[in-house]
C-alpha cells in the first residue's frame, strides 16, 4: 500500500548538521524516485553554506516553513533528541512522513507520544536504524535464521571507550552527554544502536534490568551501565558499556553464542563478522559497506512509501529501544 499520493518522495531536511554531511541526507539524491528539495537550519549562514555545498535549491531557517513548503512530501528530522517529539508533531499536522534520527526520544514515553501522533494523523513513522539495513548485519541474520551456530543461547554486548572519544573532536557542541537534550549520554547515542539491532536479530526484549553511575564524573550523564535482558525468542543478553575506560580497555565487540557456534562482531565497524563453529577453522567474512552509510534504511523507506518494499525500523521497533535504556540506567548507583 502507498503511503503518500505521488510518485517520488521529495524530501525536506530539519536540522543539517554533521549527520546530513555524508551519512544520510546526500543519499536522497541516488536514490531511485527520492530526491532532496529543501533544508533547514536556523543559523541561516550554515544552511546557505550546506545548500550550496549539496546542490540543495531551497532553504529555511524555520521549520515550519520547510513543513509547510507544497514541494517537500517527506520530512527527514536530523536535529538533536529534545526537539523529535515537537517536530514529529509539526510533520504530522501537515500530514507528511516522518523519517527521525535515533535515539527515537529522550524517553519511552516521548516515543509513545510521537507514535500516537503520527497514527492520529495517517503518517508513517520511520526511526534511522540503518544498521538494519547494512549486508554484513543482513548476512548474520541469515545466518542465525538458518540455523549457523545452532540454537542461540546467549548474547553480550561489550563497548568500552575513553572519557573522549575522537568523534568529540569533530563536534561543535557535545549534546550527546546532555541529558536534557539527548535523553543520556554517550549509552543512549550508542547503545541504541547495538540494543536495535538485537532486537532486529531475536525479536522484542521482554525483561530487562541494570544499573547505571557516573565514575569519572567529567558530565552529568552516566558514563557506565551494566544490564542483562531476555528477548522473546528466548535468548538471554547482558552488557558492559563504559565511557570512562583506559585506552587499552577499548572494545567494540558483540558475542553471539550458539550450541554449536559462535559470531562476533563490531558495532560501530567496518562491515566484518567473525563465524566460528565447533571443531572447524573460524572464518571471516568483510562486506563493503556503502559510502552514505544510510542510504540502504532510507531506499527501503522510499519503497515503503511508494509501496514496493518495506521498511524494517519503525518507530514501534524504535520505542522499544528507548523503553530497554530506560529500564536499564533507572537503578543510578
Same mark, same amino acid.
Given at each position: 500500500?502507498?503511503? *503518500? $499520493?505521488?510518485?517520488?518522495?521529495?524530501?525536506?531536511?530539519?536540522?543539517?548538521?554533521?549527520?546530513?554531511?555524508?551519512? !544520510?541526507?546526500?543519499?536522497?539524491?541516488?536514490?531511485?524516485?527520492? =530526491?532532496?528539495?529543501?533544508?533547514?537550519?536556523?543559523?541561516? =549562514?550554515?544552511?546557505?553554506?550546506?545548500?550550496?555545498?549539496?546542490?540543495?535549491?531551497?532553504?529555511?531557517?524555520?521549520?515550519?516553513?520547510?513543513?509547510?513548503?507544497?514541494?517537500?512530501?517527506?520530512?527527514?528530522?536530523?536535529t538533536p533528541p529534545n526537539?523529535?517529539?515537537?517536530?514529529?508533531?509539526?510533520?504530522?499536522?501537515?500530514? =507528511?512522513?516522518?523519517?527521525?534520527? %535515533?535515539?527515537?526520544?529522550?524517553?519511552? /514515553?516521548?516515543?509513545?507520544?510521537?507514535?500516537?501522533?503520527?497514527?492520529?494523523?495517517?503518517?508513517?513513522?520511520?526511526?534511522?536504524?540503518?544498521?538494519?539495513?547494512?549486508?554484513?548485519?543482513? %548476512?548474520?541474520?541469515?545466518?542465525?535464521?538458518?540455523?549457523?551456530?545452532?540454537?542461540?543461547?546467549?548474547?553480550?554486548?561489550?563497548?568500552?571507550?575513553?572519557? =573522549?572519544?575522537?568523534?568529540?573532536?569533530?563536534?561543535?557542541?557535545?549534546?550527546?552527554?546532555?541529558?536534557?537534550?539527548?535523553?543520556?549520554?554517550?549509552?543512549?547515542?550508542?547503545? #541504541?544502536?547495538?540494543?536495535?539491532?538485537?532486537?532486529?536479530?531475536?525479536?522484542?526484549?521482554?525483561?530487562?534490568?541494570?544499573?547505571?553511575?557516573?565514575? /569519572?564524573n567529567e558530565y552529568d550523564?552516566?558514563?557506565?551501565?551494566?544490564? $542483562?535482558?531476555?528477548?522473546? !525468542?528466548?535468548?538471554?543478553?547482558?552488557?558492559?558499556?563504559?565511557?570512562?575506560?583506559?585506552? !587499552?580497555?577499548? *572494545?567494540?565487540?558483540?558475542?553471539?553464542?550458539?550450541?554449536?557456534?559462535?559470531?562476533?562482531?563490531?558495532?560501530?565497524?567496518?562491515?566484518?563478522?567473525?563465524?566460528?563453529?565447533?571443531?572447524?577453522?573460524?572464518?571471516?567474512?568483510?562486506?563493503?559497506?556503502?559510502?552514505?552509510?544510510?542510504?540502504?534504511?532510507?531506499? $527501503?523507506?522510499?519503497?515503503?512509501?511508494?509501496?514496493?518494499?518495506?521498511?524494517? #525500523?519503525?518507530?514501534? !521497533?524504535?520505542?522499544?529501544t528507548n523503553r530497554v535504556?530506560?529500564?536499564?540506567?533507572?537503578?543510578?548507583?
Open positions: 500500500m502507498k503511503k *503518500i $499520493s505521488d510518485s517520488e518522495v521529495r524530501w525536506g531536511v530539519l536540522g543539517v548538521g554533521n549527520v546530513c554531511e555524508v551519512k !544520510s541526507a546526500p543519499a536522497m539524491n541516488h536514490i531511485p524516485h527520492s =530526491k532532496l528539495v529543501a533544508v533547514m537550519r536556523r543559523d541561516e =549562514k550554515k544552511v546557505k553554506d550546506y545548500a550550496t555545498r549539496h546542490g540543495v535549491s531551497k532553504w529555511y531557517t524555520s521549520a515550519h516553513d520547510l513543513v509547510n513548503d507544497p514541494e517537500v512530501n517527506a520530512i527527514y528530522i536530523a526537539s523529535h517529539l515537537e517536530l514529529t508533531r509539526l510533520a504530522a499536522s501537515v500530514g =507528511k512522513p516522518v523519517y527521525v534520527e %535515533k535515539p527515537m526520544a529522550r524517553t519511552y /514515553a516521548e516515543c509513545l507520544e510521537m507514535i500516537g501522533i503520527c497514527e492520529k494523523a495517517g503518517v508513517p513513522l520511520y526511526v534511522a536504524y540503518y544498521r538494519r539495513a547494512l549486508p554484513h548485519f543482513l %548476512k548474520i541474520k541469515q545466518l542465525l535464521d538458518e540455523g549457523a551456530i545452532g540454537e542461540v543461547r546467549t548474547v553480550h554486548i561489550n563497548l568500552k571507550q575513553v572519557i =573522549k572519544p575522537d568523534v568529540v573532536v569533530h563536534l561543535e557542541n557535545n549534546w550527546r552527554i546532555d541529558p536534557k537534550i539527548a535523553g543520556g549520554g554517550y549509552f543512549f547515542d550508542l547503545a #541504541s544502536h547495538q540494543l536495535d539491532l538485537l532486537d532486529f536479530f531475536f525479536g522484542k526484549i521482554t525483561l530487562s534490568n541494570g544499573f547505571s553511575g557516573n565514575q /569519572a550523564a552516566e558514563d557506565i551501565v551494566v544490564g $542483562s535482558f531476555v528477548f522473546e !525468542s528466548g535468548v538471554i543478553g547482558s552488557g558492559n558499556w563504559c565511557f570512562a575506560a583506559s585506552k !587499552s580497555a577499548e *572494545i567494540d565487540e558483540i558475542v553471539i553464542d550458539g550450541s554449536i557456534g559462535q559470531i562476533r562482531f563490531a558495532t560501530f565497524g567496518k562491515g566484518e563478522f567473525t563465524l566460528s563453529l565447533d571443531y572447524e577453522k573460524a572464518e571471516h567474512f568483510h562486506l563493503k559497506l556503502p559510502h552514505h552509510i544510510q542510504q540502504p534504511l532510507i531506499k $527501503s523507506i522510499v519503497g515503503d512509501l511508494l509501496g514496493t518494499d518495506t521498511c524494517p #525500523s519503525t518507530g514501534i !521497533s524504535g520505542a522499544r535504556m530506560g529500564e536499564l540506567v533507572k537503578t543510578r548507583i
